[in-house]
């Protein structure tokens, strides 16, 4: 691999693990928008080429670099990497954002330290589920409740950090 900064994660996750539908978040909730925003801003931000896609366009303040298996794929604005060690390369940052969907997420899962989670307390429906990990090699450092608001579920704003190696 090659020297890489910090890999964390910035994902919202359902009760049933769903974190898309049909290529899309199955639920609006500006706070998280704002969060992903600040926790993003200035940083590159790693993702497949199917998440890039579900983007209204490209994000300011921010580098793409999407991963994808395309041999001929590419959109302006974005810088395409064809490995997880080509995207780090890439990237070549103190921090770096991987921000989905499920196969990059599992890709970079033994890479990250850092996870910040959106719980989203509701079970929609949806094709594209946060890949299995051990929550026991985790540990909450900071938990945000915000309580659900007319249609609105709740949610709260979740840090883990990847426990030392013993």
């Known amino acids: 691999m090659v020297n890489r900064g ?22 609006h909730l500006p706070p998280d928008l704002r969060r992903f925003k600040a926790l993003t801003m200035g940083k590159p ?9 579900s983007l209204p366009g490209l994000l300011p303040g921010r580098r793409h670099i999407v991963l994808t298996r395309d041999p001929d794929w590419a959109e302006e604005g974005a810088e395409v990497a064809r490995s997880a060690e080509e995207a780090l390369a890439l990237a070549n940052a103190p ?13 970079f899962l033994p890479l990250a330290s850092r996870i910040e989670w959106t719980a989203i307390h509701a079970s929609p429906q ?15 450092t900071f938990r945000e409740n915000h309580p659900p608001q007319g249609p609105t579920p709740g949610f709260d704003f979740v840090t883990l950090m990847r426990k030392p190696l013993v």
Do not use: C, Q, S, Y
């Open 45 to 53: 931000m790693v993702m497949g080429r199917k998440t890039f896609e």
């Open 95 to 107: 921090h770096i954002a991987v921000v989905g969907g499920a196969e990059v997420f599992a890709l």
């Open 6 to 27: 910090e890999v964390f994660f910035v994902v919202a996750v359902a009760d049933n693990g769903v974190i898309g539908a049909d290529g899309t978040m199955p639920w």
């Open 126 to 140: 949806g094709d594209t589920r946060f890949p299995p990990f051990d929550r026991a090699a985790w540990t909450e």
